[in-house]
């Protein structure tokens, strides 16, 4: 520090100040520095030189403790001396050092070579009179070599004093970047010392912290099969060096001048009519109606306000004690990171620091998709019980510590839930067994063709442990002709009422559901009896579980069905969906269940236990109708 007799005071950032505070947002950093120093009585002009090159000009705020006045702050770029530095890059010194560290080995090798050529000359082969030239070839020759010997190793000294030069100029990089200035008029009251505080903002970077993730599954626990370990990735480049800085991390991401956007007019207009020729003006034909498009673009023009508000959400205050967390109100959520930390200006380098460690809840689920692969993948259904809000990052998935995948975190608020895959289960084997069809005909006017289809699959738990959830995918399929019809049979689901899809979404009564083509028959047929019949044979072959409860839910329900019906004591069907997030509470998705014909078991499988699983569907197509059948494979009449 400089005071001279015009009460100017020269003081340098990173040496005169410290940082009382760090704050990093998703694409921005603010820092407060304090600086205390004397002034005199009366005005002092105060240079804060060594500010970061980065700084937000309108983000800068400073604050006086003491009997002090701030008159005046001006912001403004240091003046700098020119290069004096060689013009030659590291990449070029680094090329032209190898290849003289190429050229010095050469000429090692050849010395070493003419050194075991003369050593192996025989004096019985050698004339005398040739002996002396031989030997000033030798010399000449070694001379030579130790000349370039010497000229390279020069070189190589040279090249290696500019490297280090280069080296230098790098690590005067972060000085260039803290090329700003700011000029403070202070006006004192007394003599003592007095505190300035600067908080300014950095900005320009891509990101200046992430959310990282641990995720590590203990497959033997009975509850709390997660730990997760909740991390922050940050990296900084402003030029200044965070040496022992409280540090605090925000969800927040600022915007400035957000408007509401706003909505145009959306006209309708008629399109004007064009007489085509050889046609009669007299022809009248019906308007067609223009709906404008660019009603829809005034949203272009502005900023929406909540944009942010997608990618954060609000925590409440921790009971973890390492960590705080601060929440506003219910938008942006603050992290402390517990105690002081170091965080170098380097471009690429990056610091993990630990926000929290917590164990959450997890549903474990077992699915396969045998039709397509005879493989089961499972997955852990973690559900956040913490207080946290998990934000968007990667995270390494451990499963009973070896490493498994590494996967994307969404946003998760408490108490939602989120999928982790966790790979192949090689314990856990699937056959999926030839599908078996048989045809019949019926109608006396207008005949028809019943092609009734089963396919059965085998499921063996070779775990010492049940399996709690497996749920096994597969489809039947959806009649796009109205002329065909599908019936699902087994299990028997029901497609839902379109007007009342948000009361049931299917039924186990007598009637299966119709996928495509028409509606299924709602009172029992003959058919339907002998339907049941093979269906019961079919069970017999490949067990079900509870054979006579399935039977009898087919056959004598009437009420509506649950979205899950019971199949046996451990068996559940339902349509694909029915358990996803909203499936069953929305109405939209209630009323789609189902019509792309896929469905799903949810299994519980005990340990070392084979299941049978059986799916049954009926079509019915004219008989004059020609019909393929795609996606039906190793068919077995």
């Not at 000029?183 to 970077?205: K, M, W």
């Not at 706003?262 to 007299?282: C, F």
């Not at 999926?432 to 019943?450: D, L, V």
Request: contains cysteine.
């Amino acid at each position: 520090m400089m005071t001279d007799s015009s009460h100017t005071i020269q003081l340098e950032s990173t040496t005169s100040s410290t940082i009382r505070n760090v704050t990093l947002y998703p694409s921005r950093a603010e820092i407060t520095r304090v600086f205390k120093f004397g002034v005199n009585v009366g005005q002092n002009g105060v240079h804060i030189n060594g500010l970061p090159n980065a700084i937000d000009r309108q983000s800068l705020r400073v604050d006086g403790v003491g009997e002090i006045t701030i008159r005046d702050v001006i912001i403004s770029n240091i003046p700098t001396a020119s290069n004096t530095f060689d013009n030659s890059t590291p990449q070029t010194l680094l090329l032209e050092k190898e290849r003289t560290q190429k050229a010095l080995e050469r000429c090692k090798q050849s010395q070493s070579s003419l050194e075991n050529l003369f050593g192996t000359m025989n004096i019985q082969h050698v004339d005398v009179g040739n002996l002396s030239n031989i030997v000033r070839s030798y010399d000449a020759t070694a001379e030579e070599l130790d000349e370039k010997m010497i000229e390279l190793d020069g070189k190589m000294k040279e090249i290696e004093k500019k490297i280090r030069e280069e080296n230098q100029k790098a690590g005067m990089t972060a000085q260039r970047q803290l090329g700003m200035r700011v000029s403070v008029v202070v006006f004192a009251d007394t003599g003592d010392d007095i505190e300035l505080v600067l908080t300014y903002a950095c900005a320009g970077y891509q990101q200046t912290w992430k959310a990282g993730y641990d995720i590590r599954v203990d497959m033997a626990a009975s509850e709390k099969q997660v730990f997760l370990v909740y991390k922050a990735i940050v990296k900084q480049d402003t030029g200044e060096s965070w040496d022992n800085v409280p540090l605090t991390l925000d969800t927040a991401t600022p915007t400035y001048g957000a408007s509401l956007p706003s909505l145009g007019t959306w006209s309708i207009a008629e399109r004007a009519r064009q007489q085509t020729e050889g046609t009669s003006s007299d022809t009248k034909l019906p308007p067609s109606i223009i709906i404008d498009p660019r009603a829809h673009d005034d949203s272009r023009l502005a900023k929406p306000v909540g944009e942010s508000w997608q990618t954060i959400a609000a925590v409440k205050r921790s009971k973890v004690s390492s960590t705080t967390v601060t929440s506003k109100g219910n938008v942006n959520a603050t992290f402390r990171v517990p105690g002081v930390v170091n965080i170098p200006s380097k471009d690429n380098d990056e610091r993990t620091f630990t926000i929290v460690e917590v164990k959450l809840d997890a549903a474990i689920i077992w699915t396969t998709v045998p039709k397509k692969e005879p493989r089961v993948m499972f997955k852990a259904r973690i559900t956040n019980t913490s207080e946290y809000t998990l934000l968007n990052g990667q995270g390494s998935v451990y499963v009973d510590g070896s490493f498994i995948s590494r996967i994307d975190v969404p946003l998760v608020s408490p108490m939602e839930s989120f999928d982790c895959p966790l790979g192949y289960d090689p314990t856990v084997r699937v056959t999926y067994h030839e599908i078996r069809k048989k045809e019949s005909t019926s109608g006396f006017y207008s005949k028809t063709k019943e092609h009734l289809f089963t396919q059965s699959m085998t499921i063996h738990n070779t775990k010492n442990v049940p399996i709690p959830v497996l749920k096994v995918v597969d489809q039947i399929p959806v009649s796009e002709v109205s002329g065909i019809e599908v019936r699902l049979i087994n299990p028997p689901l029901k497609l839902s009422d379109p007007t009342n899809a948000s009361k049931s979404l299917g039924t186990a009564d007598s009637s299966s559901g119709t996928v495509g083509g028409g509606a299924g028959s709602t009172e029992p047929s003959q058919r339907d009896d002998e339907t049941n019949k093979s269906l019961t044979k079919s069970l017999n072959r490949f067990s079900v579980g509870n054979t006579a409860n399935l039977s009898r839910s087919y056959t004598t329900s009437t009420r509506p069905s649950a979205p899950k019906i019971k199949v046996s004591e451990d068996i559940f069907a339902q349509w694909d969906g029915a358990d996803e997030p909203e499936g069953v509470n929305s109405e939209t998705t209630a009323r789609t269940l189902g019509s792309d014909g896929k469905l799903n078991w949810v299994c519980r499988v005990p340990a070392q236990t084979k299941m049978d699983l059986v799916l049954q569907y009926e079509i019915r197509v004219p008989a004059k109708m020609d019909v393929s059948f795609e996606g039906v494979k190793n068919e077995r009449p």
